[in-house]
């Protein structure tokens, strides 16, 4: 169907998602594919070459590393303007050049709210979910 022009709707969680990336984007380390963070409620659309291989960029999209597909909505740019390395994760050094924390203390407390998984950074997924607490500043 994708390969005739045809728009598909796919709609998943979690390791289903994942899974249909590892396959789209044909990802052969399972580390990195259980490291994808994909937000929940965020529209992550895939674009097409005709012989089915997804499109790298488009120009209306906002793209998070290492996936190609592109998430519809300003989180991601503002993600993005964070994540100054373009690595898809968010450390405390970039949240302190972006303005989130003044020093050090702060933003080792921001990290202890937004880093879920004890890995010291911040991936989309994680971003995303901290923003829809508000932005609390410590546990």
Known sequence: MIRNGVNVLVVGHA?????????????????????????????LVYTFEHDGTPVSEVETGCFVSPLRGHYLGSECLEFNEIDT??????????????GFCDNDDECEALMDVADN???????????????????????
């Open 15 to 43: 390791n289903q998602l994942r899974a249909l990336i590892q396959c789209v984007q044909q990802i052969s380390d399972e580390r990195q594919l259980m490291t994808l963070g994909v937000p929940n409620t965020m529209p």
């Open 85 to 98: 390395d373009g690595s898809g994760a968010v450390d405390a050094t970039e949240f302190r050049a972006a």
């Open 117 to 139: 998984n004890g890995d010291k950074l911040v991936d989309f997924k994680e971003f995303m979910a901290w923003e829809a607490k508000g932005r609390p500043k410590s546990r």
